[in-house]
């Protein structure tokens, strides 16, 4: 254990996060996301594991260690509905929640149609596949700067 650490983020997704430049993609995906072959083709490499947590609860550790950008406005973005673009289940709401705690105030997501975001995520600094278990669980977040007085 580490104090200030989030307990949820193993030495894996830490080394990760801590890798990771401005403008860096991370991929957070639900369970039936392929996440194996997609992982072989970002920076990373390999799929990285946070399996017993929702993508609400993973988002929020990554979070609280890991800034988003704030000069881009795809900052952040969920996976869309196949043939139902701005309907936003539940599993996309809990996480815009957690996002707009991390920013202070609300900052919504881009949606992205599904095959685009397999695209964008082979381009992804990293994968990390989540527990969670509710479809279009899959979301993209692109690192901000820390700023010197952080």
Do not use: W
């Not at 254990?1 to 030495?11: E, F």
């Not at 993609?25 to 490499?45: C, K, R, W, Y």
């Not at 705690?101 to 949606?111: L, T, W, Y």
């Amino acid at each position: 254990m580490l104090i200030g650490i989030d307990p949820r983020l193993n030495a894996d997704v830490l080394y990760t996060l801590r890798s990771m430049g401005h403008g860096d993609m991370l991929i957070i995906a639900d369970t039936n996301f392929p996440s194996h072959s997609v992982a072989s083709q970002t920076e990373i490499g390999e799929v990285l594991r946070m399996d017993n947590l929702t993508g609400a609860e993973a988002i929020e550790a990554v979070l609280s260690v890991m800034p988003l950008d704030t000069f881009v406005e795809d900052f952040a973005g969920r996976m869309e509905i196949v043939d139902a673009p701005d309907e936003v289940p539940a599993v996309q709401a809990e996480v815009q929640v957690v996002i707009d705690a991390a920013e202070g105030k609300p900052r919504a997501m881009i949606g992205i149609e599904r095959f685009q975001f397999y695209d964008l995520a082979k381009q992804a600094f990293a994968v990390i596949q989540t527990g969670e278990r509710r479809f279009y669980g899959c979301f993209m977040l692109r690192k901000g700067v820390v700023p010197p007085d952080a």
